[in-house]
Nanobody
Framework: VQLQASGGGLVQPGGSLRLSCVASGSIFGVSSAAWYRQAPGKQRELVAALTSSGSTAYAGSVKGRFTISADNAKNTVYLRMNSLKPEDTALYYC?????????WGQGTLVTVSS
């Protein structure tokens, strides 16, 4: 199983981006998925999480601005990011529990700057 993240880039403050994370390989069941981020000099933090039942959770700093969702037919999880702020600048990683095993995708860089 592999996770491939994409969608990062440079955006101005107040702008939007949508990150995607596609899972490939022998996938029999996905228990949960999440997005983490790591800013320079800081620890990796949980941004948003989604369970197989559809429950979501968000870090307080992104609540109301970010939305995590999934397309099960495409084995893809998304992170829609609106009203981006310079402090959202970080390397964003997707994580998923597939077949009872946790997997990380490679990071995709989001830079919010004017």
């Amino acid at each position: 199983v592999q996770l491939q993240a994409s969608g990062g880039g440079l955006v101005q403050p107040g702008g939007s981006l949508r990150l995607s994370c596609v899972a490939s390989g022998s996938i029999f069941g996905v228990s949960s998925a999440a997005w983490y981020r790591q800013a320079p000099g800081k620890q990796r933090e949980l941004v948003a999480a989604l369970t197989s039942s559809g429950s979501t959770a968000y870090a307080g700093s992104v609540k109301g601005r970010f939305t995590i969702s999934a397309d099960n037919a495409k084995n893809t999880v998304y992170l829609r990011m609106n009203s981006l702020k310079p402090e959202d600048t970080a390397l964003y990683y997707c994580y998923a529990t597939i077949n009872h095993v946790g997997y990380w995708g490679q990071g995709t860089l989001v830079t919010v700057s004017s």
